[in-house]
Structures are given as C-alpha cells and as structure tokens.
C-alpha cells in the first residue's frame, strides 16, 4: 500500500508525529470541549516538537501527551481570566434534539451521548480537576505524568481527579442518571413555572454555576439562592419552555409568544442536585444553533 501523505514521505519526523495526531487530538478535545482549540493546541505541539532534537526524547508519546497537557491547562486557565474567548465557539458544538422522553429500557440509547454530555458537566470543573480527570479516566495517563504538569505531587493530582470524578459520574451512568436528571430538570421547570423559590433551592446545588450569553454579553451567577431568584423571575420564560436533550442531557427550549426562540438552557445535575447551568438567550447566538422549531415540540 502506497503512502498517500506527501508530507510524512518527505519528512520522517511529521510521519512519527502523525501516528500520534488522532490521539494528541482527541486529549485536547475532551479537555477544552472545543474542536478549533484542539486543533490549535495540536499544532502548537507539532511546532513545538520540530525544534526538539528527537535523541533528546526516550518517550515521544508521553513526551507529546505533556506537552498537549500543559498547553491545554493554558487554555483552559486563560478562559477563566476571559471566558468570553471561547464560550461561543463552545455554544456553536451544542447539539439540540428533542426529548422523546424514552422508557427505561429506551433509556440505554443514550449512553452514546455520554461523550458529548460529558464535555457539559466538565464545564463546571476547574481546570486542574478538569486535566486530571481527563488525561487519567479517559486516556489512562498515570498521576505521575500529571502530577508533572500541573507542578503538583501524584497524590494531589489523584486528588484532583477524584473530586472531578465525584462530580462527573451521573453523566456517565446511562440509564438511572439519564432518567433522574430528567426528574430534576423538570422540577426545575415547575418550580420556575410556579415562582416557587423554595422548590428552585431544593433542585439546586449550593454552589450552582450559571453561565448565561445574552444580547449584552456574558454574565456568571454563583450560589442557589442567586441562580433561583433569576430562575423565579424568568417565570414567564419557563411558561412557554419544555425539555430538549442538550448534547443528550436534559434542557429546556423556550419560545417567545410569536414562536421565535427566546431561550436555550442546558444542565449538569449531579447526586440529584443542579450544579452548572448554561443559558443561550443571545438571538445572534442562537441563530446559528439548529433548534428544532416550536411546533415539532409543541405538536407532540
């Protein structure tokens, strides 16, 4: 068979790098949740190894797996000091379908979301939790390697990775935590409906996120009590709103009177509880979203 990259025949070092690409890409998905950025930061290591002197390096895929850690860590810490950079880029990778509201033994299907799903919850971790429990849950990197990038000892970056875990495992248990998120994003949804503040509290973790885009930029909302007042407020909203899967977890949609999308939330329950909302309600956001449309989800 004929080797059909031009650029790897010339050139051995991109062909060893090349073996490695659909990983090193697939990391800097799963932790920025983002695929332009992954590409980015797959190409910064690619430049990055070019000026290596391979005698150097006795493990080029662990050597690789450190250097697209650590430029990911970067991103992910420069989104916190300017999270507007990439959270519409974000929002353009959301994946809205209706809720068929499927039987239990239905419920199995939606295991194949979970990858999809799992990049929602991960938004509410930090980003040292976040690389953690990515680079050791999902691609088997020992907390030695970690510990290594995040300048911390393999205990704390077990550490790390273990409190994320806590905090991601309804988003990987397909059939009860599917149905059981649908039960507390519904309550939600009532209680909002109803203006019932102490009903919001009792959906809500205490140290709920909630990351809205709106017309005038974005805004963050920390804590219940914050998040439920703005729930109870936003009740007329809610009237006019049902559940959709959010990159197959539950949200709700919600219309404008003349039927035009006012809103989009999605949501990360973990133990029963809410902990990160995140609300589209920019029109110029949502515009470039494939919603489906008032009337396949109001006509079911």
Known sequence: MSDTNPVARADPLAAVFEVQRDRLRQIAYRVLGSHADAEDVVQEAWLRLSRQDLRTIHNLAGWLTTVVGRISLDVLRSRRARPEASFDEQLSELSVTLDEAPTPEEDVALADAVGLALLVVLDSLGPNERLAFVLHDLFAVPFEEIGKILERSADASKMLASRARRKVQAAERP??????????????????????????????????????????????????????????????????????????????????????????????????????????????????????????CLGR
Request: net charge negative; proline share 4%; charged share 20%.
């Open 175 to 296: 059939n009860p935590a599917a149905a059981g998120q649908r039960v507390v994003v519904r309550a939600f949804l009532a209680a909002s409906r109803d203006g019932d503040f102490e009903a919001l509290l009792r959906v809500l973790d205490p140290d709920v996120k909630l990351t809205a885009d709106t017309a005038g930029g974005e805004t963050v909302v920390l804590g219940a009590t914050a998040v439920a007042t703005g729930a109870r407020l936003a009740a007329g909203a809610a009237a006019r709103g049902r559940i959709v899967l959010v990159n197959g977890l539950p949200g709700i949609l919600s219309w404008h009177e003349d039927g035009t999308v006012l809103s989009l939330l999605a949501f990360s329950v973990v133990d029963g509880r809410i902990v990160a909302i995140r609300v589209v309600s920019n029109p110029a956001t949502l515009a470039g979203l494939d919603l489906p449309d008032r009337g396949d």
